[in-house]
């Protein structure tokens, strides 16, 4: 049986790899300049960026990860699948503005973008230093993701080591190649790819449990148990269907842990902030650069990420999750007779994480060609992230560090070749590290997210508010950082080496670092606007805005619909991800009164979170079209010739 | 006006392969699955559901060629007569030599592979007119036979 398995897994990744390298020599077959192969000479259409961006956005630690997440801690995890509304608004802010900027004044990297606008030597390593973060360690744990469900699915016979390095080959060749082009062309299939595994994982799931009424009266069974690691929650209820509260003073993860779970809504809030991160990476904006027009950002917020993969999201990967408990993955489950069948092995302890890869191995018995396809989406939606990252990075390597500090008079050839060489070095680095230092790499790469989202500030200051001073921008980025850094695993490891005891643990308070990071941050940014206001050099920065203000989309009634849309987002903010998420719990049903008292049919809870997501779509529409955030300009964008002229 | 058409041409063109193979890789790896579940299974829906997807697919073939103002290429039909010819001998042999080959596995494949056809058949209908079809392959004959 393991021998048709791997047949059939070596029959669709030779397909597949087939299918990059094909793309990777079409579009190396145009040999054209540097642009060409930084930003696609910024002629990515509108769809490709639309699916290729979501894919990015997602990663496949949505397909593999939230599954796994939702099976150890139950419906106050699932909040999370809301982060399919959380990651475009924070794009629906910015996005379409810094493409316009990139079009107006020239800029290839968004470094180019905040050193021009900031001034001064710090910002540019600063946010290269993030675009590294994202680029090394938390590639390498992408990479180190997917090598490991190839382990678990062939049995064992491929050791995950030989499966990583394998793909990196493969995402290196087809990057190197084609450049960014290539990895947005490969996108298109890795973001459908990437929608139909998240389905199909919850199919498998759906199906062995027998349809969505049994799956429903097991949900009520457990519902009225206590049976899970958790025990109850505060209001007595089975802690997988409520949510321990909106916040919990404990230390942190390391010196003291919450009790009833870990998602308090504050935890949930602050952690779909840090995911805002995937759409605010340097490297997304890269991507963002690349794209023909504008027409794609739209679509891809509200369709295709809120609407597409949010219903994934709120749909199958809970019924993968949650499902997972009466089908043999929980040992207390399975003892009090609740489970169906035992297609899935215990899992603890940490095996939880390959949750996917097992469900996916269940098939493999009567289907090993779905073994193999569905394999194979759940890779690509890992290594969509990885190629159009290293494109990125390489992009910045050339642009930001060999062209702005090693060779400023470098030929358009040499920032090409430049640009491959980075993408080489970032992917074999990437490898290296999850291969010799995984759990360093880990602790790294656990700070790519909440490091990305402190640079919302400094976006919106571009953006939006010309009263945030460059001082008070650098300033709140830093402490920001600090922050983070000082609330997560590699700061209180930093600091316990050098003999310093920090008297919290990781995420402490049940705040992801991201919260406390951003949190910090808007403290100092503002305090320091206020201070620095006289000394600022607000014309320079008035050549952003006042262009912005003259080029932008903006719907006609904007002025009256403006206040309504900032309510309505503050409203799906505080009852969809924050305190208000507790009404959920029991609204529609006391978790432990049984189906037929649930009005829906469903936990009160579940029900609670497809209620905000569909309300989450509502709002993205209304910012991003209704508003006007992520039209097209309705001009053409006028461009600046001198400071183009400047940047080649 | 041509020499502005000129440099749109390359980058439009490969822009509609990238559409098209994305459409295919998408709906024949799922279809094919799905059809070789529907005969081992055996499942009569699960083997219709994948021949649904191939024609899925081919419908999205058709629409894409429609956005992008373009056709089948020649590289293109072959491709798809190909292999709808190995699909349907692979099936004929399983019907003739391969004992496992149930009732459901036999109508499975002659409803697929008749819509498959009939799908074909319709947009060829639809988009030349009877007439038009014929002529067409009639055309193609006589040409042959001259050469």
Same mark, same amino acid.
């Given at each position: 049986?393991?021998?048709?398995?791997?047949?059939?897994?070596?029959?669709?990744?030779?397909?597949?790899?087939?299918?990059?390298?094909?793309?990777?020599?079409?579009?190396?077959?145009?040999?054209?300049?540097?642009?060409?192969?930084?930003?696609?000479?910024?002629?990515?259409?509108?769809?490709?960026?639309?699916?290729?961006?979501?894919?990015?956005?997602?990663?496949?630690?949505?397909?593999?990860?939230?599954?796994?997440?939702?099976?150890?801690?139950?419906?106050?995890?699932?909040?999370?699948?809301?982060?399919?509304?959380?990651?475009?608004?924070?794009?629906?802010?910015?996005?379409?503005?810094?493409?316009?900027?990139?079009?107006?004044?020239?800029?290839?990297?968004?470094?180019?973008?905040?050193?021009?606008?900031?001034?001064?030597?710090?910002?540019?390593?600063?946010?290269?230093?993030?675009?590294?973060?994202?680029?090394?360690?938390?590639?390498?744990?992408?990479?180190?993701?997917?090598?490991?469900?190839?382990?678990?699915?062939?049995?064992?016979?491929?050791?995950?080591?030989?499966?990583?390095?394998?793909?990196?080959?493969?995402?290196?060749?087809?990057? $190197? &190649? /084609?450049?960014?082009?290539?990895? =947005?062309?490969?996108? #298109?299939? +890795? *973001?459908? @790819?990437? !929608?139909?595994?998240?389905?199909?994982?919850?199919?498998?799931?759906?199906?062995?449990?027998?349809?969505?009424?049994?799956?429903?009266?097991?949900?009520?069974?457990?519902?009225?148990?206590?049976?899970?690691?958790?025990?109850?929650?505060?209001?007595?209820?089975?802690?997988?269907?409520?949510?321990?509260?909106?916040?919990?003073?404990?230390?942190?993860?390391?010196?003291?842990?919450?009790?009833?779970?870990?998602?308090?809504?504050?935890?949930?809030?602050?952690?779909?902030?840090?995911?805002?991160?995937?759409?605010?990476?340097?490297?997304?904006?890269?991507?963002?650069?690349?794209?023909?027009?504008?027409?794609?950002?739209?679509?891809?917020?509200?369709?295709?990420?809120?609407?597409?993969?949010?219903?994934?999201?709120?749909?199958?990967?809970?019924?993968? $999750? &949650? /499902?997972?408990?009466?089908?043999? =993955?929980?040992?207390? #489950?399975? +003892? *009090?007779? @609740?489970? !169906?069948?035992?297609?899935?092995?215990?899992?603890?302890?940490?095996?939880?994480?390959?949750?996917?890869?097992?469900?996916?191995?269940?098939?493999?018995?009567?289907?090993?060609?779905?073994?193999?396809?569905?394999?194979?989406?759940?890779?690509?939606?890992?290594?969509?992230?990885?190629?159009?990252?290293?494109?990125?990075?390489?992009?910045?390597?050339?642009?930001?560090?060999?062209?702005?500090?090693?060779?400023?008079?470098?030929?358009?050839?040499?920032?090409?070749?430049?640009?491959?060489?980075?993408?080489?070095?970032?992917?074999?680095?990437?490898?290296?590290?999850?291969?010799?230092?995984?759990?360093?790499?880990?602790?790294?790469?656990?700070?790519?997210?909440?490091?990305?989202?402190?640079?919302?500030?400094?976006?919106?200051?571009?953006?939006?508010?010309?009263?945030?001073?460059?001082?008070?921008?650098?300033?709140?980025?830093?402490?920001?950082?600090?922050?983070?850094?000082?609330?997560?695993?590699?700061?209180?490891?930093?600091?316990?080496?050098?003999?310093?005891?920090?008297?919290?643990?990781?995420?402490?308070?049940?705040?992801?670092?991201?919260?406390?990071?951003?949190?910090?941050?808007?403290?100092?940014?503002?305090?320091?606007?206020?201070?620095?206001?006289?000394?600022?050099?607000?014309?320079?920065?008035?050549?952003?805005?006042?262009?912005?203000?003259?080029?932008?989309?903006?719907?006609?009634?904007?002025?009256?619909?403006?206040?309504?849309?900032?309510?309505?987002?503050?409203?799906?903010?505080?009852?969809?991800?924050?305190?208000?998420?507790?009404?959920?719990?029991?609204?529609?049903?006391?978790?432990?009164?049984?189906?037929?008292?649930?009005?829906?049919?469903?936990?009160?809870?579940?029900?609670?979170?497809?209620?905000?997501?569909?309300?989450?779509?509502?709002?993205?529409?209304?910012?991003?079209?209704?508003?006007?955030?992520?039209?097209?300009?309705?001009?053409?964008?006028?461009?600046?010739?001198?400071?183009?002229?400047?940047?080649? | 006006?041509?020499?502005?058409?000129?440099?749109?041409?390359?980058?439009?063109?490969?822009?509609?392969?990238?559409?098209?193979?994305?459409?295919?890789?998408?709906?024949?790896?799922?279809?094919?699955?799905?059809?070789?579940?529907?005969?081992?299974?055996?499942?009569?829906?699960?083997?219709?559901?994948?021949?649904?997807?191939?024609?899925?697919?081919?419908?999205?073939?058709?629409?894409?060629?429609?956005?992008?103002?373009?056709?089948?290429?020649?590289?293109?039909?072959?491709?798809?007569?190909?292999?709808?010819?190995?699909?349907?001998?692979?099936?004929?042999?399983?019907?003739?030599?391969?004992?496992?080959?149930?009732?459901?596995?036999?109508?499975?494949?002659?409803?697929?592979?008749?819509?498959?056809?009939?799908?074909?058949?319709?947009?060829?209908?639809?988009?030349?007119?009877?007439?038009?079809?014929?002529?067409?392959?009639?055309?193609?004959?006589?040409?042959?036979?001259?050469?």
């Amino acid at each position: 049986m393991i021998d048709a398995r791997l047949a059939w897994l070596t029959v669709f990744f030779a397909l597949y790899a087939s299918y990059c390298v094909y793309w990777g020599l079409d579009c190396a077959r145009a040999r054209r300049g540097a642009m060409e192969f930084f930003l696609a000479d910024r002629g990515l259409p509108a769809w490709a960026f639309a699916a290729s961006a979501t894919a990015a956005s997602f990663t496949g630690w949505v397909a593999i990860g939230l599954p796994a997440t939702i099976f150890r801690d139950g419906f106050q995890a699932s909040a999370l699948a809301l982060s399919a509304i959380v990651i475009p608004l924070g794009g629906v802010l910015v996005l379409s503005r810094q493409w316009m900027l990139s079009r107006r004044f020239g800029f290839v990297t968004p470094v180019e973008m905040y050193a021009d606008y900031i001034g001064g030597p710090l910002i540019r390593p600063i946010v290269l230093g993030i675009a590294v973060l994202f680029a090394l360690p938390f590639l390498g744990l992408q990479m180190a993701t997917t090598g490991y469900l190839l382990q678990i699915l062939s049995g064992g016979y491929v050791s995950w080591v030989f499966a990583m390095w394998a793909l990196g080959a493969l995402v290196f060749l087809y990057v $190197g &190649l /084609g450049g960014l082009r290539a990895a =947005a062309y490969v996108g #298109v299939l +890795q *973001a459908l @790819l990437f !929608v139909a595994a998240l389905v199909a994982v919850g199919a498998i799931a759906w199906v062995e449990l027998g349809g969505f009424g049994r799956f429903v009266d097991l949900l009520a069974k457990l519902g009225a148990s206590k049976l899970g690691p958790w025990g109850a929650s505060g209001g007595g209820y089975n802690a997988l269907f409520a949510m321990p509260g909106v916040v919990q003073f404990v230390a942190g993860f390391g010196k003291a842990a919450p009790v009833g779970g870990v998602w308090t809504t504050t935890m949930v809030f602050s952690s779909a902030l840090s995911l805002m991160g995937l759409q605010l990476a340097p490297a997304f904006v890269v991507v963002a650069f690349s794209a023909r027009d504008a027409r794609g950002f739209a679509p891809q917020q509200v369709w295709l990420s809120a609407a597409a993969v949010g219903c994934g999201l709120v749909f199958f990967a809970v019924v993968a $999750g &949650l /499902g997972a408990q009466f089908l043999g =993955a929980s040992a207390a #489950v399975n +003892q *009090a007779g @609740l489970a !169906v069948s035992h297609d899935l092995p215990v899992l603890a302890g940490g095996r939880e994480t390959g949750l996917a890869a097992f469900y996916l191995q269940s098939l493999g018995q009567r289907a090993p060609w779905f073994l193999g396809l569905l394999a194979l989406a759940c890779v690509a939606a890992t290594q969509a992230t990885a190629a159009l990252y290293i494109s990125a990075t390489g992009t910045m390597f050339a642009r930001d560090f060999y062209r702005r500090y090693l060779r400023p008079e470098a030929s358009d050839g040499d920032q090409k070749l430049f640009g491959r060489i980075g993408v080489g070095m970032t992917m074999l680095l990437a490898l290296l590290g999850a291969t010799f230092a995984p759990h360093a790499q880990a602790a790294f790469g656990a700070l790519a997210l909440p490091a990305a989202v402190q640079l919302l500030p400094l976006a919106l200051a571009v953006c939006w508010f010309a009263w945030i001073t460059p001082n008070a921008a650098i300033s709140g980025l830093i402490a920001g950082l600090v922050a983070v850094l000082f609330t997560d695993r590699l700061g209180i490891s930093l600091a316990a080496f050098f003999d310093i005891d920090i008297p919290w643990g990781r995420w402490p308070w049940t705040i992801h670092s991201a919260g406390w990071g951003l949190a910090v941050n808007t403290a100092v940014v503002l305090l320091f606007s206020a201070l620095t206001q006289k000394r600022s050099n607000r014309a320079h920065r008035m050549r952003f805005h006042d262009f912005l203000a003259q080029a932008a989309p903006r719907a006609s009634d904007s002025r009256a619909w403006r206040p309504l849309a900032s309510a309505a987002a503050m409203g799906w903010l505080f009852f969809a991800i924050g305190p208000g998420a507790l009404f959920g719990v029991d609204l529609f049903g006391a978790p432990n009164a049984g189906a037929a008292a649930w009005l829906f049919g469903i936990p009160s809870i579940w029900a609670w979170q497809i209620l905000a997501w569909v309300l989450g779509v509502l709002l993205l529409w209304l910012v991003a079209y209704r508003l006007g955030l992520s039209r097209p300009p309705p001009h053409p964008i006028e461009r600046e010739a001198e400071a183009i002229r400047r940047r080649r | 006006m041509v020499e502005a058409a000129k440099p749109r041409a390359a980058p439009a063109s490969r822009e509609h392969r990238l559409a098209v193979m994305t459409g295919w890789a998408l709906f024949a790896s799922f279809g094919v699955c799905l059809i070789l579940s529907g005969f081992s299974e055996p499942s009569m829906i699960a083997g219709l559901a994948g021949f649904a997807l191939l024609i899925a697919g081919f419908v999205a073939h058709i629409v894409v060629n429609a956005i992008f103002g373009a056709g089948f290429t020649p590289p293109q039909i072959a491709l798809g007569l190909g292999a709808y010819t190995v699909g349907a001998l692979c099936y004929i042999a399983s019907v003739l030599f391969d004992p496992s080959f149930g009732e459901i596995d036999v109508a499975t494949g002659l409803i697929g592979f008749s819509g498959l056809a009939g799908a074909f058949v319709l947009y060829i209908v639809v988009n030349y007119g009877v007439r038009g079809s014929y002529r067409m392959v009639y055309r193609q004959h006589a040409a042959e036979r001259g050469r």
